[in-house]
């Protein structure tokens, strides 16, 4: 199943889902894009969602940012979780303090989870779990029954948990990527290879990973075909 997302290739930087910031049509892409994923979560209990790609640079954290704020609009209860444990920036982007703890301060030291979780003054009503201020962390801290508890206690309180996390090379993404109920690959038109797609679809599904879709970034809109196919489930 692929979703289709506009965004356009010019752009120099993806921009939040804001009525100020982005087209209609862009809007409109995100609605589709929800409709197709409230309906999956009917027929398959999804809540969990893990956004992530094959390199860096394919927008995994504007569609994750866009589709929580895109949740909320439809009266959803959402939180999202900057996983990207070594290098996240959406606590930059939503202009949270760097001195925010989060996800792995939770990991490292046990914290409550109800205690490290804010909200960002441009998205208000979606609660943040920002990566932390802890950048050392050992796979002793990384155990799975570490990372299956955080996202069962954030399972029994939101209706969408939206995770994103560095690509799917990185260690720490195929780890938590068994214990989300799916995952979404980010490939940015005109940029990803298709060989290092299939390798990290591949490498996704042998750590255990439901891989539920695809998300099409920096569609060029002014490309007539893509216009066609842009709404399009396959």
Request: net charge neutral.
């Amino acid at each position: 199943m692929n979703f289709f997302i506009a965004g356009k290739q010019k752009d120099q930087k993806d921009n939040i889902l804001l009525p100020e910031t982005c087209s209609e049509t862009t809007i409109e892409a995100y609605r589709t894009f929800r409709s197709n994923l409230l309906n999956l979560q009917q027929q398959d209990a999804l809540k969990i969602l893990m956004l992530t790609s094959a390199v860096a640079g394919e927008g995994k954290t504007t569609t994750a940012i866009n589709l929580a704020y895109s949740f909320k609009q439809a009266g959803q209860k959402v939180i999202l979780v900057d996983g990207n444990l070594r290098n996240g920036v959406i606590a930059e982007r939503l202009n949270i303090s760097s001195d925010q703890r989060g996800l792995s301060n939770y990991f490292k030291s046990k914290k409550e989870l109800d205690s490290l979780i804010v909200q960002a003054e441009c998205l208000e009503g979606i609660d943040i779990l920002v990566n932390g201020t802890i950048y050392s962390l050992t796979s002793d801290d990384l155990s799975t029954g570490t990372i299956q508890a955080c996202f069962n206690t954030l399972k029994k309180f939101y209706d969408w948990v939206i995770v994103d996390t560095a690509p799917a090379s990185v260690s720490d993404t195929l780890l938590m990527s068994k214990y989300v109920d799916g995952v979404l690959l980010c490939i940015r038109q005109y940029v990803s290879a298709q060989d290092e797609v299939k390798q990290t679809v591949h490498n996704l599904k042998n750590a255990g990973a439901n891989v539920v879709g695809t998300i099409m970034t920096r569609v060029d809109l002014e490309v007539e075909d893509q216009i066609k196919r842009l709404y399009t489930k396959q």
